[in-house]
């Protein structure tokens, strides 16, 4: 009798744990993960809508050149704005790893703490993650530099991977958004 007692608030809690949406990311975590290549047919140029519209693909588009200026930090916003060609993703309902044109990871937890870490070329970075529904969001501040903010989603339709990229260069003081599409890599 007493064991029974002891073993009713785990059961409870298990149930209640998987009605309160804390498992939702589960779902989506594993469609997310694995490497993907940038689809240059579908993916927008940071605010030149028309580009895809016109049939200009996002490397035809000039190298963002006067939309955040040429000083050293502007410079570094504009390497920012550039869509990595591959990006490989590890996804949990609690932790996720993203690496950018094979480069250093980034791991962080998704329970939208902050993560504080420096880059190779010593570039301070505070990021953090959080699963919303099925998306994935990462926000990630590059101090004195710029503020990005990306959302990861599946297309249902085509399956490919759709990153809804906001960046805010301090040089700029306006927020830039576009989309990259994604396509699952094939390995070779």
Do not use: H
């Amino acid at each position: 009798m007493r064991s029974r007692r002891l073993l009713w608030p785990l059961v409870v809690a298990l149930l209640l744990g998987g009605a309160t949406g804390a498992g939702d990311a589960t779902a989506q975590d594993s469609a997310l993960a694995g490497r993907w290549a940038l689809n240059t047919e579908r993916t927008d140029a940071p605010n030149r809508p028309a580009a895809r519209e016109n049939g200009a693909r996002i490397d035809s588009v000039p190298a963002y050149g006067g939309l955040v200026g040429s000083s050293p930090t502007a410079l570094r916003a504009m390497f920012l704005m550039r869509p990595p060609r591959t990006v490989a993703i590890g996804a949990t309902a609690t932790r996720v790893t993203l690496r950018v044109d094979g480069r250093y990871p980034l791991t962080l937890p998704t329970d939208g703490k902050k993560l504080t870490d420096t880059l190779p070329d010593g570039q301070r970075r505070i990021s953090r993650a959080r699963w919303k529904k099925d998306r994935l969001e990462i926000e990630s501040t590059y101090v004195d530099v710029a503020r990005v903010t990306e959302t990861y989603r599946l297309d249902r339709e085509s399956g490919a991977l759709l990153v809804e990229a906001r960046i805010r260069p301090e040089s700029l003081r306006r927020t830039v958004a576009f989309e990259r599409v994604y396509d699952r890599a094939v390995d070779r």
